[in-house]
């Protein structure tokens, strides 16, 4: 995760505040234009918003910085609270009260996800696009075409490993988020699932 190049954007971002691209490459051991194409990940992906400011001399300097999600992307140790939670809507609320949880949950994160994937673009771009998402969400993501044209997305990581212990449905919100997301035209299926005992969790996606 920590190699990742948007991930240690936001991590220099969190530490140093507003910086140009120039800077945050210096900072990285990278180019500027290496540093501005991650930048632009960002940005669409609602994590880092940027000010144009003037200069007495020359053109205006960009300078990027974290967006209210950007700074709500950290750990701030709210796993153990995620959990208590869980368990308490189900005993003040039971399982209905939960599912509408879940729900109003998705229909956010299904709103995010398709402002970045767009509806353009070939099976290849959005499974690429997905993955970055997920990457950015600290899924620790990477995806490869297999020899039958098949995408197979594996996620190597799971923040929410401890809440979706407590909650079995967090998983399965998780499978129908990528399935709303990339269509009715193409098949989300897990292959490899890390509550199930596998090393990760895997996701085979196909046209239909």
């Not at 767009?118 to 620790?140: C, E, F, K, P, W």
């Not at 923040?159 to 998780?174: F, H």
Request: charged share 25%; hydrophobic share 40%; net charge neutral.
């Amino acid at each position: 995760m920590a190699d990742f190049g948007p991930t240690r954007v936001l991590v220099v971002l969190k530490a140093e505040g507003a910086l140009t691209a120039s800077r945050i490459g210096t900072h990285l051991d990278m180019t500027a234009v290496g540093a501005r194409q991650h930048l632009n990940r960002l940005c669409a992906a609602g994590l880092v918003t940027f000010e144009d400011r003037r200069q007495a001399i020359g053109r205006p300097q960009r300078l990027w910085s974290l967006s209210d999600q950007g700074h709500a992307h950290f750990d701030d140790r709210h796993r153990d609270l995620a959990s208590e939670l869980l368990a308490a809507i189900i005993i003040a609320k039971g399982d209905d009260g939960l599912a509408d949880i879940l729900a109003a949950r998705e229909a956010q994160q299904l709103q995010r996800y398709r402002a970045t994937l767009g509806a353009d673009g070939s099976l290849a771009d959005r499974v690429r696009r997905l993955t970055d998402l997920r990457r950015i969400d600290g899924y620790m993501a990477e995806c490869r075409q297999d020899m039958d044209g098949a995408w197979l997305m594996t996620e190597n990581h799971c923040p929410i490993a401890q809440a979706a212990k407590a909650c079995s449905g967090l998983c399965g919100a998780e499978l129908k988020l990528f399935q709303d997301v990339m269509g009715k035209d193409v098949s989300v299926t897990r292959t490899q699932h890390m509550l199930g005992g596998d090393r990760c969790c895997a996701y085979r996606i196909e046209a239909r």
